[in-house]
């Protein structure tokens, strides 16, 4: 089971994609760390995207799956795969596609997180994340044991740049005018979930199982 997660900053994929790791094995693969940890190591292609990324604008379709199709090769493909908001555009489903195919994946599902502008906004200026590991923390959702530190690998946490107010409403505008035409791809195929991700973190997760049959 493949499945595409998707919604607005702050609808809460990244922690619906943890919650459903404990239920089923598969693997989270991430765009946004994807660019992070590639940009850390120094990848040409990564350097060059951070120029988009870090300023709150999404970056050209080919950095996206030229890199998607090499972050690809650190994930088995004999396990069920998890994407967050690896397609933001119509212009790119024909191209994940084609990255899937290299590992012999196809689209199984796709889950929508319906959040409006103002409680993505509210959510996203709680939201800090580990400059080490790049584990996500939330004041209110996700609240780190020792104030400030990483539970996981005790580097200190930050805010991340493209969550500042300001880009949020960037990348929010610009999410709003490209995800209509993926919803229409993606319902032709008759593989399109919208769940409201407005409620408690624990009513999506029951919401998200039952969408994919999952007991």
Not at 7 to 16: L, V
Not at 42 to 67: C, M, R, T
Not at 151 to 170: A, N, T
Request: charged share 30%; glycine share 6%; hydrophobic share 35%.
């Amino acid at each position: 089971m493949n499945i595409l997660f998707l919604g607005p900053s702050g609808s809460g994929k990244d922690t619906q994609i943890d919650l459903l790791k404990e239920v089923i094995p598969l693997e989270d693969i991430s765009t946004g760390d994807m660019f992070r940890t590639m940009y850390k190591e120094g990848h040409p292609i990564a350097v060059e995207a951070k120029k988009y990324w870090s300023k709150g604008v999404w970056n050209p379709d080919e950095q996206v799956f030229d890199l998607l199709a090499i972050w690809l090769e650190r994930y088995n493909p004999e396990k069920s795969w998890a994407f967050s908001a690896a397609v933001r555009r119509e212009s790119q489903i024909p191209l994940f596609d084609e990255v899937l195919k290299i590992y012999n994946k196809t689209l199984d599902f796709v889950i929508h997180f319906s959040l409006s502008e103002e409680f993505a906004v509210q959510r996203l200026s709680l939201r800090w994340v580990c400059d080490g590991c790049g584990e996500n923390y939330h004041e209110m959702y996700k609240v780190e044991k020792k104030q400030g530190v990483c539970d996981k690998c005790g580097s200190m946490l930050v805010q991340r740049e493209d969550d500042k107010p300001e880009k949020i409403k960037i990348r929010l505008a610009e999410y709003n005018k490209s995800i209509d035409p993926i919803k229409k791809a993606y319902e032709k195929r008759g593989i399109w979930m919208d769940i409201d991700a407005s409620s408690s973190i624990e009513s999506i997760h029951e919401v998200v199982c039952k969408s994919l049959n999952i007991q």
